[in-house]
Structures are given as structure tokens and as C-alpha cells.
């Protein structure tokens, strides 16, 4: 293994470890609120951010294979740490425009991040290890966002100009964790035309890895992500789901931060079950337990506590999903436009997200509990069925 390339991964891993480390994440709404604004200029901001995140994944997946996925992942750091100290000295109208920074922020990031640390790990001899690499870091990250947000909320019962302080010098920890990463893409294939980049080469076969399976992947990617839009839905669904059985606050606020723990034990255990089966079966098999899991969902309505069990279930299973199909696809693409590849991934979730959210709640509100859980079944058992028919058709990364 190449010792500057191990350093170099071991130093994007306290990056991408670190980058999860948000403090304010689990209260800037409520920050939002202590600045005066009101509940419409809150709702405003959380739309604002959910539209531009959709509108500007695929440009900023561009930017990071053009320009490069380090130059993506800085620039979207630095404009967090404008945004923080925006929100501590603007107020009104302003703190609204400061969700549009904040979306092109993430945005920057999004497909990038994983594009840059699967190209890492490969230039470190460890492209076989992704998955495993992948897992523990995930693991890792949902841990230190579980623990930031506890802190997080400590800090803001002290101060919250305290907090955004804090929430500022991490972020320039991460611009000086990213300062010695070298780019990836003077590694590109050979085959990749040098000095110009053309978006058109997604659709063209030399993209993709698989030769004539390079269809199958692409229905592969937009299916995985709409179901994993699916699944981010119903996670935030179920603070509606335990409200309506009156469930306390706090009930619910342990249920979402135990959530984290849940996330990071799904990574290893993804890691852990493709070695054995393989990530096609180890992805397959979940989907299909979790469809079965929603087909008895409504069974559970009746039954608060076994209701949250289930749902811890129902939110282990997805992030098996979804590491192990960013894994297959990831395997699947070529380094030229990875980054934008991995953003239509985030593109499509997102899309489905707001979809069906929309859709949940419209549903909770016009029939009883266990009625809307018995429809909310039905469509993951369908989607399910769509997705799992389009993996008969890949013969690409088995193990």
C-alpha cells in the first residue's frame, strides 16, 4: 500500500467522521425561533432549502467532477461557515436567504463526499474494502451526531451564541483536515478525453463500468433512491405516527436519538452480512424483510410499544439498503462523473422525499391509524416489488 495514500485516507476519515459532528443540528429551528421569527418564516426557510437542495444537486455534482470533488467539499464547508455566522448577526428576512446558502452548502458536498472517499480508498489499495471502510465510517459519523446533538442542546440551554461559536471552529477544523488532500482525478482512466468535460458522457457506455449492465445500474440508482426516499419519509413520519397516540415528547425525542445508534449499528452489520452473502443478496434481502415488515405494520397500530419497536426495525433496515446499493453503484461508475452520478442519487431521493411526505400526511389526515399505516404498506410493498424485479437484471458486483 502506498504510504501517502494511506495517510491520506486516514485524514479524509477524521474528515468525514468529523463532518458529522454538527452541534446545532438538533436545534436550529428552535434558534430560528428564538430570533423572533415566526412559525410561517421558519416553515418558509425549511421549504426554501428542501426546493434549492433538489434544484441545485445536479449542478453541484458538475462542479465537483469539473472542478474537482476536494474544491467541491471546501467550498461547500466555507459557505457553512458563512451561513453559521450569518445566522448569529442577521435577523428577519435575512435569516430566510441564509437557507438558500445553506442548500448550496450541502449541496456542494453531497455527491462529492462519497465520490472523494471511494477514490481515496482505492488509490490506498483498499477499493475491495470500500464497503467495509464505508461502514465503520458511517457508524462512526452517526455516533458523533447522535453525541453532538446531545452537546449541542447543553450548549444552547448556556448560550446560543456559545453553540454557533462552536459550531464555526468545526468547520474550520474540517477546512484544515481537507488542506492536505490531494486531488483524485489526475487518477482518471485513460480512456476519459483529457482537458474536457462533457455531461453528455453519463449516458455514454465508457461511464460505466459494466459495459451492457450500464442500463440496469441507472434503473438501479433511481430505484434505490426513491425507495430510500420512501424510507427517509416514513422515519420523519413517525413523529406524527407517535403523536397521535399522545406519546410524550420526550418519548419521541429518545426514540429519534436512539435512531443514530440504530444507523450505526446497521453499517457494521451491512458490512458484516455481504461479506457472507454478498452485497446484491445482502440489499435484496433487506428490502424485501422491510416490505414484509410494512405488510404487517398495521397490525401494530393497536400497540404503542410494539409499534416503536417495529419502527426501530423499519429504520435499521434501509440504511442497510443504502450502503450496500451506493456500494454496487459506486463499483458500477467510472471517476469522471462520479460525483455527479452519486448527486442524481441525492437528486432523486430528495425528490421522493418531499413526494412522499406529502403524501403520508395527507393520508394520516384523512383516515384513521391503522388504515393509513395499511396504505403507507401497500406502497413500500409496491415499490419494493418494482426495485426488486430491476435487480434480476444486474450481473454486476455480486459480491
Known sequence: MNKNAATQLHIYSAFFVLAGFVLNRGVFLLFLAEKGMPVTEIALYQALFNIATVVLELPTGLIGDFFGKKFSIQVGV????????????????????????????????????????????????QGERFLT??????????????????????IAQVSWSALYVCVSVFYL?????????????????????????????????????????????????IGTSMLDGFYGSYYNLNQLVFDAFDAPVSIIGIFFGASYAVNAT????????????????????????????????????????CLF???????????????????????????????????????????????????????????????????????????TAVVSLKMVGIQVSKN
Not at 85 to 103: N, Y
Not at 104 to 116: D, T
Not at 134 to 148: E, F, K, V
Not at 350 to 360: D, K, Q
Open 266 to 305: 446497521a453499517y457494521i452489520a451491512a458490512d458484516f452480512f455481504s461479506l457472507r452473502f454478498g452485497k446484491r443478496n445482502t440489499m435484496l434481502g433487506s428490502m424485501l424483510i422491510e416490505a414484509g415488515l410494512f405488510m404487517i405494520l398495521p397490525w401494530f397500530a393497536s400497540n404503542p410499544l
Open 173 to 221: 477544523l474540517q477546512l484544515f483536515l481537507l488542506y492536505p488532500i490531494e486531488r483524485t482525478e489526475a487518477t482518471r482512466s485513460e480512456s476519459s478525453e483529457k482537458g474536457r468535460f462533457d455531461a453528455a458522457k453519463m449516458f455514454r457506455r465508457e461511464t460505466w463500468r459494466v459495459g451492457e449492465s450500464a442500463f440496469a445500474v441507472l434503473l438501479l440508482l
Open 133 to 154: 471502510i464505508n461502514a465503520r465510517l458511517l457508524a462512526a459519523q452517526s455516533i458523533a451526531t447522535g453525541m453532538a446533538i446531545v452537546l449541542g442542546s447543553f
Open 309 to 383: 419497536g417495529l419502527s426501530m426495525v423499519l429504520c435499521f433496515l434501509p440504511e442497510v439498503v443504502y450502503i450496500t446499493s451506493e456500494n454496487l453503484i459506486q463499483d458500477a461508475i467510472a471517476d469522471d462523473l462520479r460525483a455527479t452520478i452519486l448527486s442524481v442519487a441525492s437528486l432523486v431521493r430528495a425528490l421522493f422525499s418531499a413526494v412522499f411526505f406529502s403524501i403520508f400526511g395527507h393520508v394520516l389526515g384523512l383516515y384513521p391509524i391503522q388504515i393509513a399505516l395499511g396504505i403507507i404498506g401497500a406502497i413500500a410493498i409496491a415499490i
Open 78 to 125: 466555507l459557505l457553512l461557515f458563512f451561513h453559521t455566522a450569518g445566522m448569529l448577526l442577521l435577523s428577519g428576512p435575512f435569516l430566510v436567504v441564509l437557507s438558500l446558502v445553506e442548500a448550496l452548502a450541502y449541496s456542494l458536498q453531497s455527491g462529492s463526499e462519497q465520490a472523494l472517499l471511494y477514490e481515496i480508498a482505492r488509490n490506498a489499495g
